[in-house]
């Protein structure tokens, strides 16, 4: 069974991975909400040049769905 975690915790661990690809980029957000059971992620940006860092936070949501409670059409 997969740990339950908070929004908040979710949003810690997300942000604490993704230090690898860079520093958070100015006026991205970041949006867990509860679905049925879990979790999704969306990402929200203005900039069209966030889109790669964006793509490697959706890439690494997917790799937590193994670990958490977020679910998998998270991408």
Same mark, same amino acid.
């Given at each position: 069974?997969?740990p339950?975690? !908070?929004?908040?915790?979710?949003?810690?661990?997300? =942000?604490?991975?993704? =230090?690898?690809?860079? $520093?958070? $980029?100015?006026?991205? !957000?970041?949006?867990?909400?509860?679905?049925?059971?879990?979790?999704?992620?969306?990402?929200?940006?203005?900039?069209?040049?966030?889109? $790669?860092? =964006?793509? =490697?936070?959706?890439?690494?949501?997917?790799r937590? !769905?193994?670990?958490?409670?977020?679910?998998?059409? !998270?991408?």
């Amino acid at each position: 069974m997969k740990p339950k975690k !908070t929004a908040a915790e979710l949003q810690k661990i997300i =942000r604490e991975a993704s =230090r690898d690809a860079g $520093p958070w $980029p100015k006026n991205m !957000t970041l949006i867990i909400y509860a679905l049925d059971d879990s979790w999704r992620i969306i990402v929200s940006y203005s900039d069209a040049s966030q889109t $790669p860092f =964006r793509d =490697r936070l959706m890439e690494l949501s997917l790799r937590l !769905t193994e670990f958490y409670d977020l679910d998998e059409g !998270t991408a």
